[in-house]
């Protein structure tokens, strides 16, 4: 009897192995599944790209309500899986999750002169930054007197006292085509470059060419939200209704002028990286700083739905070329390059100071220059024109900004916080702002 006990033991022991090990599993499965949460694609039609950044090619596209699997997330970029399993990456400011929906069509002005943006939804919670009277805010929803903001790429709050909402401030208007009015329509005109021609009238469609900025086509007819149109060959092809500016005569249509802020592309440029660290402060380098900077200053932008592209996001070295062409390629509107200075005399100056190369870059340098004087932290030292690369090579309008002096005492302490680096990034979305008003 003793043996026949012993014998089944082991049988027992292997059993209870067998189902903690199940269970264990069951658990792992669980929690990866947890990790990749579905995502709703908020935005009309969004780019899915083969890596994490507007670099990278377009392998496909996904419409507004679809829905993807979230793998994992960097550099503000999501990596997802598409219903046919295909691996991509989407912009995480076209998707809508638990904290951010950027594409929402509410926007916020804020009334009060000066206002405290705050971590939470009361008057004793931090204080993430400041606000000045007439700055846009891309608002996600209220509660018990207190209004839920977009800034600077984070979720925050500002008093319902102290902000304006508009319903419809940045919704995107489609062109609709009724039937009579199709045949007076003569040309297309493609509003921005990388603009695909298909196969037939869906996003799911082959690609049979990629248009450049301002390119016209020949109407032929409209199916749906798309637009069959004749290429220079002779092929045709069809193209998507909210992408394009429409023609009733038998000019080309103009390229369609950015008149604010969210119609935008801006390029944000952070000095130095890698291998190149720029000026030297006691406790910390130039190429950090700008970096941080820089993507402070792009998530501000960002919230005012403008399309902004940084030429480094990490600690990457850049050739002066590289950037340049980054900016030419993507046709930005403006380019802005950061920058912190240091002299051969320590405190021998302070500030800030905006140069310029091109008389088409004094108009941008001007407007920056004069915020900078009435609302920086630290004293303006006017514009100047400077004989820089990333200047002198940029075919659109271009500024590089000397933010603060690493070799001056003052400077040193002030430039690397967060709030000197927020009031430069409110600073530069309001010139912005000021900039693209027709």
């Known amino acids: 009897m003793e043996n026949k006990l012993t014998l089944k033991k082991p049988k027992k022991i292997v059993s209870l192995l067998l189902i903690a090990l199940f269970i264990g599993l069951t658990a792992f499965a669980t929690v990866v599944l947890a990790n990749q949460g579905t995502i709703k694609v908020d935005a009309s039609v969004v780019n ?104 600077n790429g984070q979720v925050a709050w500002i008093s319902s006292d102290l902000i304006e909402i508009s319903e419809t401030a940045t919704e995107t208007t489609t062109v609709a085509v009724a039937k009579d009015d199709s045949a007076t329509i003569q040309t297309v005109t493609t509003r921005s470059a990388g603009t695909n021609i298909r196969n037939s009238a869906s996003i799911s469609s082959s690609v049979v060419e990629t248009a450049e900025k301002g390119e016209s086509f020949n109407y032929l007819s409209t199916e749906g939200d798309w637009y069959q149109v004749e290429l220079p060959d002779g092929q045709t092809g069809y193209v998507a209704n909210w992408v394009v500016d429409l023609s009733a005569d038998q000019t080309p249509a103009p390229t369609a002028s950015v008149t604010s ?61 590289e950037r340049t062409v980054i900016s030419n390629q993507s046709n930005a509107d403006v380019f802005i390059s950061l920058h912190y200075d240091s002299t051969e005399t320590a405190n021998e100056i302070s500030g800030t100071t905006t140069y310029y190369y091109h008389d088409k870059d004094i108009p941008l340098a001007e407007i920056i220059s004069t915020n900078f004087q009435q609302n920086g932290i630290l004293p303006n030292n006017d514009i100047r024109f400077g004989d820089f690369y990333v200047t002198r090579e940029n075919t659109q309008a271009a500024i590089l900004i000397e933010l603060g002096y690493l070799n001056n005492d003052v400077d040193q302490l002030t430039v690397n916080s967060s709030t000197y680096q927020s009031s430069v990034s409110e600073i530069i979305y309001q010139s912005l702002n000021q900039y693209f008003i027709p």
């Not at 935008?264 to 990286?273: L, P």
């Not at 000026?279 to 190429?287: P, Q, Y």
């Open 48 to 151: 899915v790209r083969t890596g994490p950044g507007l670099s990278y090619d377009i392998m496909t596209q996904v419409t507004g309500g679809e829905k993807v699997t979230m793998l994992s997330e960097e550099n503000e970029w999501y990596k997802v899986r598409l219903s046919n399993d295909q691996i991509g990456w989407i912009a995480s400011w076209l998707i809508e999750n638990t904290e951010v929906s950027a594409a929402t069509n509410k926007m916020g002005i804020v009334t009060g002169q000066e206002v405290n943006i705050r971590t939470e939804s009361n008057i004793n919670s931090d204080i993430l930054g400041k606000v000045t009277n007439g700055t846009e805010l891309t608002v996600l929803f209220q509660q018990e007197g207190w209004t839920q903001v977009q800034y």
């Open 261 to 321: 802020l969210a119609e935008a592309t801006i390029v944000i440029d952070a000095g130095h990286g890698g291998n190149d660290p720029g000026a030297l402060a006691n406790t910390f380098l130039e190429k950090e700083v700008t970096l941080s900077t820089a993507k402070l200053v792009a998530n501000r932008l960002r919230d005012a739905g403008a399309n902004v592209i940084l030429t480094r996001s990490d600690d990457e070295f850049l050739s002066l070329d």
